[in-house]
């Protein structure tokens, strides 16, 4: 099965940064890999969806880009709102699907 | 609108069998390419996938605890359920159902439902 990789686990960034997250898997997954954030208490919410594909209403300083077995989701200029755990998952039709084990983005 | 709601017992003994419902309106699982996934999340950890049903009843498990799961959808009843067996106190944590459509991520979430083994 698919395993899928975060680096790194922890940023420490401040606002107005630009913030990159690597995810890779352990097989290709062509485009199938989805971004989502997460703050506490909270549900995930969907941000990337097809590698690159932003979710409505998402801003548009969140992209992503990648694919085969590497990924990236790349914050622009980091807002207050974006500190939370960022997750990556791979869902490929054929594999059951996971998630990367989270990257928080905390304030410098 | 597009609702989830998860609802189970917060409670299970160890080695005892959870049920779990994720009862959704405003999509019909009978649509082509419609699913819906349970994910879980112990406390202070990551998101774990555990299963996945689709509208055409096509059912995928996570590899490591496919032997304990199961997973159903009752249409009528825009209804799904998640069965676990064995429970065990290291499967305490917030349980999750979120709905994926055509090519898109896990889009819409239930608020989740804490689950404590104990």
């Known amino acids: 099965d698919i395993q899928m990789t975060q680096s790194p686990s922890t940023v420490s960034a401040s606002v107005g940064d630009r913030v990159t997250i690597t995810c890779r898997a352990s097989q290709s997954i062509s485009m199938w890999l989805a971004w989502y954030q997460q703050k506490p208490g909270k549900a995930p919410k969907l941000l990337i969806y097809?590698?690159?594909s932003l979710e409505n209403g998402v801003p548009p300083r969140f992209s992503g880009s990648g694919s085969g077995t590497e990924f990236t989701l790349t914050i622009s200029s980091l807002q207050p709102d974006d500190f939370a755990t960022y997750y990556c998952q791979g869902y490929y039709s054929y594999f059951p699907w996971t998630f990367g084990q989270g990257t928080k983005v905390d304030i410098k | 609108q597009v609702t989830l709601r998860e609802s189970g017992p917060a409670l299970v003994k160890p080695t005892q069998t959870l049920t779990l419902t994720c009862t959704f309106s405003?999509?019909?699982?009978?649509?082509?390419?419609?699913?819906v996934s349970w994910i879980r999340q112990p406390p202070g950890k990551a998101l774990e996938w555990l299963a996945r049903i689709d509208w055409d009843d096509g059912k995928s498990y996570n590899a490591f605890l496919r032997t304990r799961l199961t997973i159903s959808k009752d249409t009528s009843k825009n209804e799904v359920v998640l069965r676990m067996i064995n429970m065990d106190p290291v499967d305490t944590g917030t349980y999750y159902c979120a709905r994926k459509m055509n090519l898109s991520g896990l889009d819409v979430w239930g608020q989740g439902t804490t689950v404590t083994v104990s």
């Open positions: 097809k590698s690159s």
């Open positions: 405003g999509f019909s699982l009978s649509t082509t390419a419609m699913s």
